[in-house]
Each structure stands twice: as structure tokens, then as C-alpha cells.
């Protein structure tokens, strides 16, 4: 055999992501209220930045990255933040995933945990928005579940202790088996949960003081900003010629650079460098601020051109809407317009609602080929029938998929049943019996 070893130059395209063009995209997941917390962060150890509400109009989008001072690299800003938990996961997101399909999905297992760090929604659910089977479903399941802190994304309290317990190297056997006997040790009975678990109550007094040292929560301990009970970051209102979507300048701030004292300061030639890095930084995040802010208000203002009906008429009338069209509208990636709605509420007169919720998948059109019915407008129909039935004698899959198909989609009964399920509707059967159980 003979073995040469050869170099050969090959000429590649890439996209080379850059510090400034990553913590510019994290700043497009900031609710207000936590790019006001960083921002303030920013101006107490930078003398050229001030904090301020921005009464002004928003320039064009700028030009993230480049060359020279205004270019200073401020890498590691946003990861030493205290974001809330979603901004958190999502920043490892865009780490994890390179596939724009599979961060897509991510997004949507994100928009189901809850402030504990618990999934709040059913695996199936969640497939079935996706479009997954069950397989492909716990495939992503288990790979959300590798984010930080170990817990996160986890169904049961035995699932979210299993995966801190796998992550610090504490899993054993008689670990999985006290994992296994929760109820047991709930109703402190060691003795039994020693004798099923074959080991003595010393070994077992171990194992439980590891199990102490576990957090049953590893989403509380970030900041719960994205709650609906905080301020909106978009107000949607009627004006003269329709519906327009404003920021919400009460809870937006701005950055200002004291260009002024950074040119005194330049005087001194001892203290030139490093007043042109801090100069360079407090450039750079006023541009990614502004562009963070117009980002957002387009975003928000063609989800607003899309979903008149709704604005007017309620849940009922909302439309069939993916990311992709918002995307395509304003001129961005997918991923961008995923990042902007993870974090952003926007209040409207049928409520404040995230902006992840305004967008739906489109059903199928009647037989006269009419569209436009979505699967959250008609989710909220079902809702509203069974709201409005006769105890006595509730309406059936059946009777419910020939309603709606009436006068608006073709609509399946197993659609139906799938729809119910996700609603957490009882079937007619078991909404009948507890019918007769409340009259009696």
C-alpha cells in the first residue's frame, strides 16, 4: 500500500455569523421590559450610553456588522444578561439548531413550557401541530430537553428529576427505582419504598438526600417577564384609515450616545482606545436597538393587516397565517419572524395576546371551493358549540363536523375528536353523564 499525503485549496461560501450579528439576533427575542433591563446593564459600564424613551421616528432597518469603531465587539453582552426563561432557551436554540424546519418545531415546543419549566401542553398536541408522528415528536422531545439548566421540557416531576439525575452523574439503579415510587415516598413510607426498591434504609437515606438536592422547578428561578400580566410591547388600535400597531413607547427604550463627551475625551490621547471602544459599543447597540424596535413593528404590523377580521369580529375570524408568510411579506428569514413573536404581547381589543398565537394553519375549503377558514378559528367554534349545548343531550363529533361544514370547511369527525382533545373537551358520552350527575 502506498499512502501520499497531498494539500489541495478549495474555494467555499458560507455565512460566517459574526458576535455583533448573533447578540443582534438575540436582541430581536427581548420582550421590552428585558431589552430595557439590558440596556440600563449596558449604560452602567459604559460612560457614552444613555437610556431614554424614544419619542422619535424609526430610521431604515441598519447594516448589522462591519469594520472600524463602530464595529467594537461587545461578544458575551447578552449571555451575561439576566433574560427570562424563553429568551434563555432560545438563545440556545439558535446554538442547537441549524435546520430552519427544525427550529421551527423547537419554537413550538418552547411556546408550550410553562414559567416552571415544565412542557405545559401534551406531547400530542404538539405533534399534531407539527405535523410529526409520535416517533419524530420524542426524537425533538428528548432534544429540547438537552438545553440548560438540565429539567427543562420535562412531562412529570419523575421525567424532570431523571434528567438532572442522568446530567450531574447521580443515576444508578436504586436512584431509578426511588424515581420509579414516587407516590410511595410522597406518602413517607420508607419502609415500603425501601422493600420494593431491595435496599437498606440507609442506602436509601442516601439516595433521598441526593434527591433533595434536585430543583422540581428549574424554570422558576428566571425572570418571569414574558407573563401575560406585563406591560404589552405593541398597542393595536383604529385610526382614520384602518387598523395600524404602534410601539409601546411607555415600556420602549432608547439608547443615546454622548457623542459630545466622547470627543472631549478623545483629547487625551492616553484615553483614546478606550474611549473609541466604548463609543464603537454605544453605536453599535443604538443600531441594534433601532433595528430590534422597526424589526418588531413590521412584524407586528402585517400580522395586523393579516388578522382585520379577527381585531373586528373575535377568535372565530381568525386566519390561516404561517411564518413564512409574515416573512415573506417584510422581506426577512422565517427565523427572524419565529424570534421576534417568542417574546413580543400585543394588546388589541379582543385582548393581549403573544404574537405566536396569531398564527394558524389553513384548513381545507367547502365544496364550493371557498378557503380561508384556519384550524384556531375553528377550534374556537367547536369550543363555543359545546359551550352553548344542552346538558342533556350534547352535540357528537358527528353532529358538530356537519355544523361547521355547513358553511365554512369540510371538517372531518376524527378533525373533530382531535380538535376536542386538544381543547380538553370531554366526548358527548362523558359530557351526557356528567350532565345527569349535576341535575341530580
Not at 439590558?38 to 432597518?61: C, D, G, K, T
Not at 418588531?296 to 372565530?316: K, Y
Not at 369540510?410 to 349535576?438: C, E, W
Amino acid at each position: 500500500m502506498n499512502l501520499q499525503i497531498s494539500q489541495r485549496a478549495a474555494q467555499t461560501q458560507g455565512l460566517v455569523m459574526t458576535g455583533h450579528m448573533q447578540q443582534a439576533i438575540a436582541l430581536l427575542q427581548l420582550s421590552n421590559t428585558d431589552l430595557q433591563r439590558y440596556i440600563e446593564q449596558e449604560a452602567e459600564e459604559n460612560p457614552f450610553i444613555e437610556v431614554a424613551r424614544s419619542e422619535r421616528a424609526l430610521p431604515s432597518l441598519p447594516h448589522v456588522g462591519g469594520k472600524g469603531a463602530d464595529a467594537d465587539d461587545a461578544t458575551g453582552r447578552i449571555a451575561d444578561h439576566p433574560l427570562s426563561l424563553y429568551a434563555h432557551v432560545a438563545a440556545q436554540f439558535d446554538l442547537m439548531f441549524n435546520s430552519t424546519q427544525d427550529r421551527l418545531i423547537a419554537d413550538r415546543f418552547l411556546e408550550a413550557l410553562d414559567e416552571n419549566g415544565w412542557l405545559g401542553e401534551p406531547l400530542e398536541e404538539i405533534a399534531f401541530a407539527c405535523a410529526l408522528d409520535m416517533t419524530e415528536a420524542e426524537h425533538m422531545l428528548h432534544a429540547v430537553q438537552a438545553v440548560e439548566p438540565a429539567g427543562l421540557f420535562a412531562r412529570t416531576l419523575a421525567e424532570c428529576l431523571a434528567l438532572q439525575a442522568e446530567d450531574q452523574g447521580l443515576m444508578t439503579p436504586l436512584f431509578r427505582a426511588v424515581l420509579n415510587n414516587l407516590p410511595r415516598l410522597a406518602a413517607a413510607d420508607l419502609t415500603g419504598l425501601a422493600r420494593v426498591c431491595a435496599c437498606t434504609m440507609d442506602d436509601l437515606r442516601a439516595t433521598l438526600k441526593q434527591l433533595r438536592s434536585l430543583n422540581p422547578k428549574p424554570g422558576a428561578d428566571f425572570h418571569l417577564a414574558n407573563l401575560v400580566e406585563r406591560e404589552p410591547d405593541l398597542i393595536v388600535s383604529r385610526g382614520a384609515s384602518g387598523w395600524k400597531v404602534e410601539l409601546n413607547r411607555s415600556t420602549l427604550p432608547a439608547v443615546l450616545v454622548d457623542e459630545e463627551s466622547a470627543a472631549v475625551a478623545t483629547q487625551d490621547k492616553r484615553a483614546r482606545e478606550y474611549v473609541g471602544e466604548r463609543l464603537g459599543v454605544a453605536r453599535w447597540l443604538r443600531r441594534a436597538v433601532e433595528h430590534r424596535n422597526q424589526t418588531a413593528l413590521a412584524v407586528g404590523a402585517e400580522i395586523v393587516r393579516r388578522q382585520a377580521a379577527f381585531l373586528e369580529h373575535g377568535p372565530a375570524k381568525i386566519a390561516p397565517m404561517t411564518l413564512a408568510d409574515v416573512a415573506q411579506a417584510i422581506g426577512v428569514h422565517e427565523s427572524t419572524v419565529s424570534r421576534v413573536t417568542t417574546g413580543i404581547l400585543m394588546v388589541t381589543p379582543q385582548g393581549t395576546m403573544g404574537l405566536k398565537r396569531f398564527f394558524s394553519t389553513a384548513l381545507a375549503g367547502d365544496a364550493d371551493g371557498e378557503g380561508g377558514a384556519s384550524a384556531a378559528a375553528v377550534r374556537y367554534r367547536i369550543q363555543k358549540m359545546v359551550a352553548g349545548e344542552d346538558p342533556t343531550n350534547p352535540l357528537s363529533d358527528d353532529a358538530i363536523a356537519q355544523m361547521i361544514s355547513a358553511d365554512g370547511p369540510v371538517l372531518a369527525r376524527r378533525t373533530v375528536a382531535k380538535y376536542r382533545d386538544m381543547l380538553h373537551i370531554p366526548s358527548s358520552f362523558q359530557r351526557k353523564r356528567q350532565g345527569k350527575l349535576n341535575g341530580m
